[in-house]
Every structure is written in C-alpha cells, then in structure tokens.
C-alpha cells in the first residue's frame, strides 16, 4: 500500500478487459458527488456485482464519453497514467466499461494507492462486504477488502479476475490476480484464483506491505 512498484509471480501476456474490477473506480467516481441517493446503487455493485446498479452508477455521471472521464480521472488520482477508460458498449450485452482494457501490474498500483484517496472508505467498506457465493479468491482472507471480475471471450473462455487488499501486521497488500483455466469455465477459474490467493496469504509474512502516508 501506497507504493508505486510491483512484483509479479507470472508475468501476464497482453493487457485484458477490466470486466466488474472496473466497478471500484466508477463508485468512488459516483461516491465523490456526495449523492445520498446513490448509496444503495454503491452497495449493490460492489458487494453483489449488481450489473443493474453500476449502470446506474454510469448514468449518473453524465453521457458516456463524459462518465469515461470521470472514471478516468480516478484511476489518474490514484497513479494511472495509462488506462483509457472504455466509453461505447462494444458486445452487446456487456457493459461499456467493463470492456476497459486494464493490465494487472496498473491495476495494482492503482489498488496500492486506493486506501489513500479521498473518500475511499466509501468503496473499501463495501468491498469488504462482499456476498459469500463472490468470496473466493482473496475473499478466504479475514478482513480483505476485494472485487472480483469475469466474463467470456468471444468464443466462451472465461477470464476471471480480482483486485484487493490483503491486511497483515505489518501493514497491507495490493493484490491483482487474472486467471483463464483450461477448461475455460468461470467456476475452474475461481478456482484458480482462490490457489493463487491462498498462497499468497500463507506468505503473507513475506509479502511487500506499507500504510498511506
């Protein structure tokens, strides 16, 4: 937390879409108007994935290529410089932001510097709320804050990804994990990702950790 470097286990080929990890900047986007009302819409697309609320999210931020800015605008706040938040919906039946291109290593950097942005206690509450049936991966851990992301490729393969905060005694970790199994399942792929994860926290003791500030 609060670095701006990496480590990384595998190195990841290509950049891939953000799928529902993108549906953290935008509610901190949407939670920095200060709209009560969009509290519910908040809750709901980050505990549940609530597809439904993050559209809600989305509208109220103005026209497409203007809630693109917003979000854009967050991910700037918190150290990317790279990621171009995705405006027009490009497979029907998918969300337009959610087809963001958003490679792992800005991901976590972005997730490093979350904790200590403006308002981001208005997101990091809710991730650590998170519904159990979406509690794999880093969801094993006590206390971690996390939104995971998935959805299938053109030809049916699942990418399954997730983004977090893995707490420890000698401060946090900024974690992003992408996984396509061979099979190409979703359930297969959070498999994967809850291995990755559980290594990870029996290493914990070893991990890169700091505190904002």
Known sequence: ?????????????????????????????????????????????????????????????????????????????????????????????FTAFGQTSWSLPAQARWMAALPCLADANAVLDPMKRVIP???WGLGIADGAALKGGWGPDPSGTYLVRQMGILATGRGSTAIAISARADDGTFASGTQLVTSVARWLIARQGRLPTGNCG
């Open 133 to 135: 049936s979406q509690q």
């Open 1 to 93: 937390m609060g670095a701006d470097t990496t480590s990384t286990l595998l190195p990841a080929t290509g950049t891939d879409v953000a799928w529902s990890t993108i549906k953290v900047p935008l509610a901190l986007a949407v939670a920095r108007d200060g709209d009560s009302a969009m509290s519910t819409s908040i809750e709901a697309a980050l505990t549940q994935s609530d597809n439904s609320a993050a559209e809600e999210l989305w509208s109220s931020l103005g026209p497409p290529s203007t809630a693109a800015g917003r979000v854009g605008e967050i991910l700037r706040d918190g150290g990317d410089s790279t990621t171009v938040v995705q405006s027009q919906r490009l497979r029907p039946g």
